[in-house]
Every structure is written in structure tokens, then in C-alpha cells.
């Protein structure tokens, strides 16, 4: 192929128009980095147009009006695109987004409703502008009915026929359940001769793994778990069957937002040959949330959301299992209300070494990741995580569980010369407060932990070596597709 190639990346989020997870951080960093390459394919970016992007007076221009058939009438759907940055980023408005205010509801219907709009929307809208995708590359379940879309009702369309299409899953337990009768309205049939097991025939994300010319996750780690029952949402046996083509790509870490070095908004800047400059931070830090100033007591840490995913509970009973050791715990996060709760009975039992810091603070999170010592991350399943590779930037050294893109990122401590921080097996407090014993005695070694720090603040997590992982995949698919 002479001309760059074109590339549809379809996500229901994306920074800096709107963040909701770790969804929004990679479709904002990864069609960038792409574009940074030197052999930049032609990427566009389509998002729906929210009322809260509305509300952030983007730079835009309209680009298309058009209907989307429905069973209940065509419903008209109009774009625009954005004018301020080198990457086009079409946003798909349309009714089913007027009176959305959250991107996510509990709402099964009425979030497959306007999923499955926007994804057939951003298909037309090629048409329309006769701009013809060398592939399209849909996120999770929400841009999954793209996929189905395009092998199933743009089977024999002359512009969108043949059509490759990669899916990649940043978490697979979100299967778009309840979504089914929303695709029926719009034309999209469940699967019911396929191998899909009977009650995710009607699935989104289901479908998109079905049909899609390849399948990719965040992780070679996660890749590998998902065709396992424990991890695999009841769909690991149907996974099985789709082996050959899936694979996992790990996320990047911005490094330019993320770096110590400059960031303004920790205390002390610091870099691998300064690290000894990172104890301001720490006393700073130990400050601000009322604890013993001590540099020699272990400052541990949890930054995130409070959901069952995070095990943020197993991390609790982990620390009370280890009482009669030295230590400080602030933890940082909001979600569910009970957990939140819990995280407010430790401080209770324990005022004087825990923090209860039930709120999103984006700038305390950095102040944290500069100045605690450990990062506790508990997570159930993780399919790349992004906590790890910033505490491992900041000098901050994680015990998390052996799971997915942890497990990837993070060198067990028993393997000394590659080890970055502490792994452990079971979900378990159990266990969590034997790793967490062992990194704190590893702390009082105040000559080999720096060692570990180092390890870890040398990682190159850089967003340019999954978009050239992303880069060759998207070639070889369009390859096979031309033979
Ligand atoms: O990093 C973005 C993110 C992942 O592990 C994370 C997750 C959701 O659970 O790929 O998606």
C-alpha cells in the first residue's frame, strides 16, 4: 500500500474530551502515539458526543448528517469533528445521547441503545464522507456491535465489505449484558447457529469476539487468563476456540504527564540520580495527612476505585493480619459506598496509622505516588492496570497480586536482579499481609532498596512500543485482507 493506511478507532471515552477509567487513558494516548510513528497511518478517532463534551466548547466543525434505521424510525445522527488537534476526532451526536450525563448507567437498555447508535454511526459515517477504513479498531464491549455490524449487515456493502476489524478487550466482565434487544431494534441479529454459548448470543462484546478478524487485550498476562474459568466470564471455553488469533498488547504510561523529574505538582522533584531527594516528599506527605513524621516507617498506599475488581477490602484485612509491624496506609479512592465505609472503619480502629481519603484528588494521588514507600494493589483480575506503572516511575514500589498486566510489570522480589516489587498468588489477606511483611522488611534494608526503586523507575512503559506492536498488527490484518 503506497497511501498511509486508514484507521477507524471507535471508544466510548477518550481523554482529554471525557475520562471515566483506564478506557479513556489509552483511547487518548494510543491513536496519538500512532500518529507519532514514522510511518503514521491516516487514524481518526470517533467518540459520541456527550452533553458534558458539548459543555467543554471543544474547537469543532460539522462534518455529516445522516439517519441510522431503527425499528421505531430512523434516528438522525449528526457529527462533528475537531479542529484543534492534528488527530481528527469525530464526535457522533444524536438523541440517544441528549439527555445522557453519565457515559456509563446502570441502564442496560438505554446504554445499549445508544452504544449500538453510535457504533453503526461511526460505520455510516465513513460512507458518508467516503472516507473507506483500511480496518476498524473497536474497545470493549460498547464499540463491539461495530464489528458484528460490519460482518453480518455490511457483509455485502460495497464501501465497508471486507472490511477487517480488530476488538480489543480492557475488560472483559463488562459483556454488554442487557443490550440485545437495543441490536435487534437496529437490525443486528443475535448468533444463534454460532459457538457462542446461548445466553451471550445476543451479547455485544460476545459478538465482537465472534466475528472479529483478530482479538487483542492490554495484556499478554490477561490474554492467557482469559481462557481460563476463573477469569474467563463464562466464556472462556468459547475463547478457546478463537486462540489463534487473540493476543495481548501491553498499555503504556504517558511519560511526559507521568515524570517526577518535572512534575509541579509533588513537593520535591527527583530522578534516578537524585533519588535521594524523594524523602521530602515523604515527610511532606506525612505531614499532610497527620502521621508521625518518620522517614524509617514504611508509608504505605492504595490509589483507586473502591470496587470489587480492586480488592480494595482484601488490602484492609491484610493490614490489620499486621499489627505488630511498623507502618502508615493512606488510601485514596471512591466507589461503592460500602467499601467506602469499610475503609473508614480501619481509620477508626487505627487513627494514628491510617488515612481514609475517600475522594478523587488528582493532584493528592501524585504527592502520594511521590512520596509513600509501597503501593498496595489487591486486584481480583487486572487486565493491565496502570497504578503499578506510575508507583514504579515515582520510585514507589508495588506488592500487588500476581494477576494479569501486574504480573507482566512487576519482577517478583525472589528474582533479585530483574525484581521491581512484590507478587502474590491468591487474593487473599492472608497472603496479601505475608507480601506486605516482606516488603517491609525489605524496606529496613536501607541499601538494597533503592536498588528496587531504580529497577523500577527505569522501566520504559512508553506508549511508542505498544503503537508499534499496534502499528505491525494493524498491517499484517489489512495484508491478509488484500490477498
Ligand atoms: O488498564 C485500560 C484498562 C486496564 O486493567 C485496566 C482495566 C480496564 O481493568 O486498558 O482497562
Redesign the pocket.
Known amino acids: 500500500m503506497t497511501r498511509p493506511m486508514n484507521i477507524l478507532f471507535l471508544s466510548a471515552e477518550a481523554e482529554p474530551f471525557v475520562k471515566i ?3 479513556g ?2 483511547a487518548g494516548a494510543l491513536p496519538q502515539a500512532l500518529l507519532a510513528l514514522p510511518e503514521s497511518p491516516d487514524i481518526r478517532l470517533a467518540i459520541p458526543f456527550y452533553p458534558s463534551v458539548q459543555d467543554k466548547q471543544v474547537q469543532i466543525e460539522p462534518v455529516a448528517k445522516f439517519r441510522i434505521d431503527h425499528a421505531s424510525g430512523p434516528i438522525r445522527a449528526e457529527v462533528f469533528v475537531t479542529t484543534q488537534t492534528e488527530l481528527p476526532v469525530y464526535l457522533i451526536g444524536g438523541y440517544p445521547f441528549e439527555n445522557s450525563d453519565l457515559v456509563y448507567t446502570s441502564d442496560t437498555m438505554a446504554d445499549g441503545h445508544k452504544f449500538t447508535f453510535f457504533s453503526l454511526a461511526a460505520l455510516e459515517l465513513c460512507k458518508v464522507l467516503g472516507w473507506k477504513p483500511d480496518l476498524v479498531h473497536a474497545q ?1 464491549w460498547h464499540t463491539a456491535s461495530a464489528v458484528y455490524a460490519l460482518k453480518t449487515t455490511y457483509r455485502n456493502d460495497d464501501f465497508l465489505k471486507d472490511t477487517p476489524a480488530l476488538l ?1 478487550v ?2 472483559l466482565p463488562y459483556l454488554g449484558n442487557g443490550a440485545g434487544p437495543a441490536l435487534k431494534a437496529f437490525g443486528l441479529s443475535p448468533a444463534t447457529e454460532s459457538t457462542l454459548p446461548w445466553w451471550a448470543q445476543d451479547m455485544p462484546l460476545p459478538l465482537g469476539l465472534l466475528t472479529a478478524d483478530k482479538i487483542n ?3 499478554a498476562g ?1 490474554a492467557e487468563e482469559m481462557l481460563t474459568p476463573e477469569f474467563g466470564s463464562g466464556l472462556d471455553e468459547f475463547l478457546a476456540t478463537r486462540k489463534p488469533d487473540l493476543l495481548g498488547i501491553l ?1 503504556g504510561l504517558d511519560q511526559v504527564i507521568w515524570n517526577p523529574q518535572t512534575d509541579p505538582q509533588i513537593p520535591q522533584n527527583f530522578s534516578l540520580d537524585s533519588l535521594g531527594k524523594r524523602v521530602k516528599n515523604k515527610s511532606s506527605l506525612q505531614e499532610e495527612l497527620g502521621f508521625i513524621k518518620n522517614p524509617r516507617i514504611p508509608l504505605l498506599a492504595f490509589i483507586g476505585r473502591m470496587d470489587h ?1 480492586k480488592g480494595i477490602e482484601i488490602a484492609l484485612d491484610a493490614l490489620r493480619l499486621i499489627p505488630h509491624l511498623d507502618w502508615q496506609a493512606a488510601i485514596l479512592g471512591t466507589g461503592d459506598p460500602s467499601l467506602e465505609n469499610l475503609v473508614r472503619s480501619l481509620e477508626t480502629e487505627m487513627p494514628d496509622r491510617v488515612r481514609a481519603l475517600i475522594r478523587f484528588d488528582g493532584a493528592l494521588s501524585r504527592r502520594i505516588y511521590a512520596g509513600s514507600d509501597i503501593m498496595m494493589i489487591p ?1 481480583r ?6 497504578i503499578q506503572m506510575i508507583a514504579m516511575r515515582y520510585g514507589c514500589v508495588p506488592v500487588a497480586r500476581a494477576t ?2 501486574l504480573k507482566d510489570t512487576i519482577g517478583d522480589y525472589n528474582q533479585s536482579r530483574t525484581s521491581t516489587g512484590f507478587l502474590f498468588e491468591q487474593a487473599s489477606p492472608e497472603e496479601m499481609a505475608l507480601t506486605l511483611e516482606r516488603a517491609i522488611e525489605a524496606y529496613s534494608d536501607k541499601r538494597r532498596w533503592p536498588y528496587l526503586q531504580k529497577r523500577g523507575m527505569r522501566k520504559d512503559f512508553s506508549w511508542k512500543k505498544s503503537a508499534v506492536q499496534y502499528f505491525n498488527l494493524y498491517q499484517s490484518m489489512v495484508k491478509t485482507h488484500q490477498k
Open positions: 477509567g483506564g478506557l487513558d489509552v470493549d480489543t480492557h475488560n487485550t492490554v495484556s490477561y498499555n475488581q486486584s483480575y487486572e487486565p493491565c492496570g496502570l494479569g498486566g
